[in-house]
């Protein structure tokens, strides 16, 4: 499953390293994947919204065993 989260979350990469961000991933366990966001996606106020709506949507989609995505 990490495999496939890591592929999903390359697939979203650019679009954060356009805005100057990146997202790594920290750990996968029970469906719940837990990444860091970094660079300006760090600070960002916008950062949950890109989370939940960008990053947990997408890896969802490609994913189905994903419940939830968290930052850590």
Do not use: F
Not at 13 to 39: C, F, N, S
Not at 41 to 49: D, Q
Request: glycine content about 12%; overall charge negative; charged content about 30%.
């Amino acid at each position: 499953m990490r495999e496939k989260v890591q592929a999903a979350l390359e697939q979203v990469r650019p679009a954060l390293m356009a805005d100057g961000g990146d997202v790594e991933l920290v750990d996968v366990e029970d469906g719940i994947v837990k990444v860091k966001l970094t660079g300006a996606c760090g600070g960002c106020p916008m950062a949950t919204m890109t989370l939940k709506g960008g990053i947990e949507r997408v890896l969802k989609e490609q994913v189905p065993e994903v419940r939830e995505v968290v930052s850590v």
